[in-house]
């Protein structure tokens, strides 16, 4: 505005009278002086917060996955245990694998996220399978162990079926119906034992429905199961979980919670895979629905711990076994019910250990190595650091 006005003024000449209410030379020197105003900045976006939601689940779960893994030597002939056993092996990797799914919507081909996926599963699956390789060779009294990247060992399955899943995404993204798609494919397994070991088909195949379910979650499917309404209905839902795994526990072969065998390889009819498939699905996602019911969505003293589960999931395997080949679990009052309790809080705090930020610390290099030095630079990633620059 003040620039117009003494623009107009000069433009008269020197020899015209100012003019009323035009600006003097006084008040137009005093304009010139002063700074002009900075046009607003556009507020930067807020950085993007993580749900406390979710990593609360991923939290409780890994805890349950581990005190799962504690029972499994003292489990044997008691039957409250094999229910509580078979109750949280129902739920707590389908759970884990619905969420993976979840956060895997917007995975594609992009490099940067081809080089997480593979810096991120695959380095952690060749350091961790060998390890525990190795681990056993040492510990376990197994010397002529192999090493075998395509027959994981273990808690490695996972990480393998996570980067087949995630690779696949784009096609559960293209097709029209992907949930039914991705049940077939899992019965057809369940009748497959031609399948073999190699790279965990077996698992990642039968597991791959909680996959493609998470990938078709919304955030509203998640918001209904965190009221009052779903907290009520989750408790008969769960306390019918735990009676039926109460009634199954001599009547059920539980490893079929384990999804990696066809029903030929359990020893019965080929038409019973396609059966447990679809019921243990059925039962998985009731009692996952009332797992998360349950998850506080507020912040709480270990949601931070939430970000560290891959961490507490591959590193209490090495303490889990060691008290296996070393015998600590032949103790007798461990097989006592003060026992048990000890031994579950005790694989409680171990992973809560390991998913604090020290261990982190001291694994990253490891579970979430940079590697710069493998990967090229992609075209995309240059333009957009010399935009930012």
Known sequence: MFHAASSSARATGPSSAPQQGAPTAQAQSAAQV????????????PAKQRDAFFDN?????????????SWEPLKSGHRTLEAAYMFVYAFHMPA???????????????????????????????????????FKRAVGGDPDLAISLLDPWYLTWFLIALFIWRLTTPIWRLVRWPVPLAILIAMLASVSPDIGDDLDLQRVLQFLPFFVIGLSLKPEHFEALRGRTARLVSVPVLVAGLAVAWWAVPRM????????????????????????????LGCSLL??????????????????LGAGTLYGYLLHGFFVKAADYRGWYDHAWLHRP??????????GVLVTALCSP??????????????TWAFKRDAATLARERARA
């Not at 689940?57 to 893994?69: F, N, P, Q, S, T």
């Not at 390889?265 to 019921?279: F, I, R, T, Y």
């Not at 009692?287 to 931070?304: N, S």
Request: charged share 15%; glycine share 6%.
């Open 338 to 347: 003060l026992g048990e309790v000890s031994v579950t809080l005790a694989a």
């Open 57 to 69: 689940a991923k939290y409780l779960a890994i805890v349950l996955v581990a005190m799962g893994h």
């Open 34 to 45: 002063v700074p002009r105003p900075r046009a607003p900045q556009p507020d930067k976006p």
């Open 253 to 280: 072969n539980a490893t079929w919670f384990y999804h990696r065998d066809s029903a030929q390889e359990l020893g019965m009819p080929w038409w019973c895979g396609p059966v447990m498939v679809l019921a243990l």
């Open 358 to 371: 020290p261990v982190r610390k001291v694994f990253r290099f490891v579970m979430e190595p940079e590697m």
């Open 287 to 304: 009692l996952t629905a009332g797992f998360f019911a349950w998850v506080p969505g507020r912040t709480m003293w270990f949601t931070t």
């Open 96 to 134: 884990f694998i619905l969420i993976s799914g979840y956060f895997s919507r917007n995975f594609d081909m992009r490099p940067d996220r081809l080089r997480r996926l593979l810096t991120g599963v695959v380095v952690p699956y060749v350091v961790f399978e060998t390890g525990y390789v190795l």
